[in-house]
């Protein structure tokens, strides 16, 4: 990747892949056309064309190549050197100082999603409790446009881009809020059909495994205390306000967590409390049924 003249981007992209193997980047290889695709301005298709035609790189453009792959090998996220994130339908803008979407996520969106489509009301309305990125809001309101959907970030450097998102999607029935979660929306108390959230659920003794998230993910997105269900507790009490009879709470946790966040939802009052898997069969995402009435307590909406 030093000589001076052109080089084919097939070699380029074998000699990219190689580096970042070596770097234990788990899919060197698509990690390495999403890079040199992005330092080219080629989507990945593109890219893949190319490199069958016996498209070569010139030198000049090989410097931003490398730089990419620089960053890349020193496991920093590639959403963070491109810039952006999928979800689902979605291209979101992320960097430092939000959490990066997952694909197990988009799992804990679907169940929202089908539990909005289920409503009988003709205007459902959701919340997103600790938005981050914007990515479950973005997508049950572009999924579900005849929903009302709310969501709430309290971190600065994370609400940056939010706005950006949320500016960038243009879901006309999505509202964002600065607020911490355990304020957020009174006026909807009562009212919401699924309130959502991916809470920080890692332990606080816990180190994550991946260098991504170990290093440059926002510690108050992954950590909840010493057992990783601080927030989980807040969230049930502000599902129980927010959510109107037969509302559903959802939440993402660890593979591990299922059992002792339907034993939290359960002691509050909620009902059906039922843990789903994800697509690797890893429990991904626990669900309950708001009550006729809070635990021990008259509901206003009931």
Known sequence: MSSPGPVPLAALLRAAAERLARAGIPDPLVDAELLVGHALGLSRGELQAAAIRGDAVPAQ???????????????????HITGVAAFRHLELSVGPGVFVPRPETEMLAQLAIDALRATAA???VAVDLGTGSGA??????????????????NSVDAFIWTKENFARVGAPNAT????????????LDGTVSVVVSNPPYVPD??????????????????YG???????????????????????MLVIEHGEWQGA??????????????????????????????RPPRPAGAQGAAD
């Open 136 to 153: 479950i809001a973005l997508a049950l309101a572009t999924e579900v446009p005849h929903a009302a959907v709310y969501a709430a970030e």
């Open 205 to 222: 003794e816990a180190i994550p495994r991946d260098p991504e998230v170990r290093f440059f993910d926002p510690p108050a997105a992954l």
């Open 176 to 187: 964002l809020a600065f607020i911490d979660l355990d304020r957020a929306f009174p006026e």
């Open 61 to 79: 453009a090989r410097e931003g190549v490398d730089a990419a792959l620089t960053r890349r090998a020193t496991r920093e996220p590639l959403q």
């Open 122 to 124: 003709p205007s459902p």
């Open 225 to 247: 205390g010493a057992d990783g269900l601080d927030v989980v507790r807040v969230l049930s009490g502000v599902g129980l306000r927010l959510a109107h009879p037969g509302g």
């Open 260 to 289: 002792a966040i339907r034993e939290i939802l359960s002691a509050d009052g909620w009902l059906a409390a039922a843990t789903h898997p994800d697509l690797t069969q890893r429990d991904r995402a626990t669900t309950a049924i």
